[in-house]
């Protein structure tokens, strides 16, 4: 069963920073793409940042020198640091897994977290 568990989200003030991370099951052997997504009210999911198991990441242009996004795959685990928040942040975050390895599978889905609540108040 492949869970992924999300931590550190939180109400902040317009300027502060937050580090997001999300662990996945220790049952995993390797994940190829790990990523953070989020959904504000009323509007669709988008992608924040990904990073591949190389380590080749990218950026939707709004958080481009704020965020980082960073794994430790020993852990199975990413990281969403984010840094200087804006009121429009605001969102519920989403930590998702693609492709996997389980017991030497490759597993090709997409695996979410529940979500974690970021607030950027101003």
């Known amino acids: 069963q492949v869970q992924l568990v999300e931590s550190g989200g939180g109400l902040v003030q317009a300027g502060g920073s937050l580090n997001l991370s999300c662990a996945a099951s220790?049952?995993?052997?390797?994940?190829?793409?790990m990523a953070w997504y989020r959904q504000a009210p009323g509007k669709q999911r988008e992608l924040v940042a990904d990073?591949?198991?190389?380590?080749?990441?990218r950026y939707v242009d709004s958080v481009k020198g704020r965020f980082t996004i960073s794994r430790d795959d020993a852990k199975n685990t990413v990281y969403l640091q984010m840094n200087s928040l804006r009121p429009d942040d605001t969102a519920v975050y989403y930590c998702?897994?693609?492709?996997?390895?389980?017991?030497?599978?490759?597993?090709?889905?997409?695996?979410w977290g529940q979500g974690t609540q970021v607030t950027v108040s101003s």
């Open positions: 998702t897994i693609k492709g996997v390895v389980i017991d030497h599978v490759f597993y090709g889905g997409d695996y």
């Open positions: 220790e049952i995993i052997m390797s994940i190829n793409v």
């Open positions: 990073v591949s198991r190389g380590g080749a990441s």
